[in-house]
């Protein structure tokens, strides 16, 4: 089987720009979660998607939005980039199985560099 | 509200040596715990999980964790460390709420092993 795979794996952008980053969840998987890794701030919670609905977000502006489509591959997307949103997005993806205790699976992520 | 802490931004071992890496957390309901690990330029390896039963974990890679509730402790061994064991590795707890779950990750440690 498959795992989660991100697309781009490289990214650079200039501040002021927008972004938008790409998901594929393990087959089977409906629900996806995005976190940002950065030296400073370690791994934090962005947003979870479930049946095409976000259901669980964390502590970040509005600039920061994602959605899920019918296939359960998820995008989020970043506008008006700030220097600070240089970091590491990760993707995972859970199954129902393993959602009572939020196993996640986690791709491989996408490196955003801001200029 | 759930927390990590990871004692240790930093440990190393000699090739051969035990590798203990400690993971304290805080939680308000019976916690869901997760080890991870993350190789240079690469997403999160789930390494092993508790979420009932059995308090003594067993992993990939030689890996193993003990659940010790009285001490809110999740420390992960391995008897004798590899040169690929070399990666950051990262604690965290599951926080279920509002149907969905959210990771809530420690500051990691960067496991360095001496030849």
């Known amino acids: 089987k498959a795992g989660v795979t991100q697309t781009p794996r490289y990214l650079i952008k200039t501040r002021g720009q927008q972004v938008t980053l790409s998901c594929s969840p393990i087959?089977?998987?409906?629900?996806v979660s995005w976190y940002q890794q950065t030296p400073g701030q370690g791994l934090q919670f962005l947003f979870e998607?479930?049946?095409?609905?976000?259901?669980n977000k964390g502590n970040f502006p509005g600039r920061f939005s994602g959605r899920q489509f019918s296939n359960s591959r998820s995008e989020m997307n970043v506008s008006t980039l700030e220097l600070g949103d240089s970091a590491l997005y990760l993707c995972?993806?859970?199954?129902?199985?393993?959602?009572?205790?939020?196993?996640?699976?986690f791709g491989p992520g996408t490196r955003l560099t801001v200029l | 509200a759930q927390s990590v802490t990871q004692l240790g931004s930093h440990v190393s071992v000699s090739e051969g040596a035990l590798v203990l890496l400690r993971c304290n957390y805080s939680?308000?309901?019976?916690?869901?715990l997760f080890w991870y690990v993350q190789y240079p330029n690469q997403g999160l390896q789930l390494l092993l999980k508790?979420?009932?039963?059995?308090?003594l974990v067993k992993g990939i890679n030689g890996f193993e964790a003990e659940f010790k509730k009285s001490e809110t402790s999740f420390h992960l061994t391995k008897p004798s460390a590899h040169m690929s064991d070399a990666a950051e590795y990262f604690c965290?707890?599951?926080?279920?709420?509002?149907?969905?779950?959210?990771?809530?990750f420690g500051q990691g440690t960067e496991l360095s092993v001496k030849p």
């Open positions: 995972a993806s859970k199954g129902l199985a393993a959602s009572s205790y939020n196993e996640q699976f």
């Open positions: 508790y979420t009932t039963g059995a308090t």
């Open positions: 965290a707890v599951s926080d279920l709420g509002n149907q969905g779950g959210k990771l809530i």
């Open positions: 087959s089977g998987h409906r629900s």
């Open positions: 939680s308000s309901v019976p916690p869901y």
């Open positions: 998607y479930f049946s095409e609905t976000q259901r």
